[in-house]
């Protein structure tokens, strides 16, 4: 019963320290300023892995969907270039901001491209995904989403297959917004 006590405190306090450090974790954004997640403090945050040369990519139009109905609610879906899968996403990020807005109509935030997996893991996905994280496990390939809850912890991961749209993103999205 000890044990079982000290596991649970353990636990909540590694999800606290995860969700303070998720804010704090140095970011930049799609032109290339310094930033971080505090802006985002006490939203729900749909964090996206895209790439613009991927069979996936078509999921931008259902992110902008979800960022259109839902934002006004409290969600923001934050969207994060990566080339760490099949060199499908080459660009600059002037390329990837115009790519999205041209062809997408994207007008939730983007960042920076980042690495999502290997080594050189970006801090960001180290909390998403790390051996500390409630969802661990390298992403798969493009478009992977984790869902973070407005206390900031993460509450879901959706496999880049699952599409923005799925039953089960948007019952997790409601459900973290409250609605």
């Given at each position: 019963m000890k044990?079982?006590?000290t596991l649970s405190i353990t636990a909540a306090l590694a999800a606290?320290?995860?969700a303070d450090g998720l804010y704090d974790i140095p970011l930049k954004d799609i032109?290339?300023?310094?930033?971080?997640?505090k802006a985002y403090e006490g939203k729900v945050l749909l964090i996206v892995n895209v790439a613009s040369r991927c069979g996936n990519t078509p999921q931008y139009t259902q992110l902008q969907a979800l960022h259109q109905?839902?934002?006004?609610?409290?969600?923001?879906?934050?969207g994060f270039p990566c080339n760490d899968f099949g060199a499908q996403e080459p660009g600059s990020n002037d390329e990837i901001?115009?790519?999205c807005s041209s062809k997408y109509k994207v007008t939730f935030p983007m960042f920076d491209k980042?690495?999502?997996?290997?080594?050189?893991k970006h801090p960001l996905y180290e909390a998403l995904s790390g051996k500390d994280s409630p969802f661990p496990g390298d992403v798969k390939w493009n478009f992977g989403k984790f869902l973070v809850g407005?206390?900031?912890k993460i509450l879901a991961r959706f496999e880049p297959?699952?599409?923005?749209?799925?039953?089960?993103?948007?019952?997790?999205?409601?459900?973290?917004?409250g609605k």
């Amino acid at each position: 019963m000890k044990t079982l006590l000290t596991l649970s405190i353990t636990a909540a306090l590694a999800a606290t320290a995860c969700a303070d450090g998720l804010y704090d974790i140095p970011l930049k954004d799609i032109d290339g300023k310094d930033t971080s997640l505090k802006a985002y403090e006490g939203k729900v945050l749909l964090i996206v892995n895209v790439a613009s040369r991927c069979g996936n990519t078509p999921q931008y139009t259902q992110l902008q969907a979800l960022h259109q109905e839902f934002a006004k609610h409290g969600l923001s879906v934050l969207g994060f270039p990566c080339n760490d899968f099949g060199a499908q996403e080459p660009g600059s990020n002037d390329e990837i901001k115009e790519f999205c807005s041209s062809k997408y109509k994207v007008t939730f935030p983007m960042f920076d491209k980042v690495v999502v997996k290997g080594a050189d893991k970006h801090p960001l996905y180290e909390a998403l995904s790390g051996k500390d994280s409630p969802f661990p496990g390298d992403v798969k390939w493009n478009f992977g989403k984790f869902l973070v809850g407005k206390d900031g912890k993460i509450l879901a991961r959706f496999e880049p297959r699952t599409k923005p749209d799925a039953p089960e993103v948007i019952e997790a999205i409601k459900g973290a917004l409250g609605k």
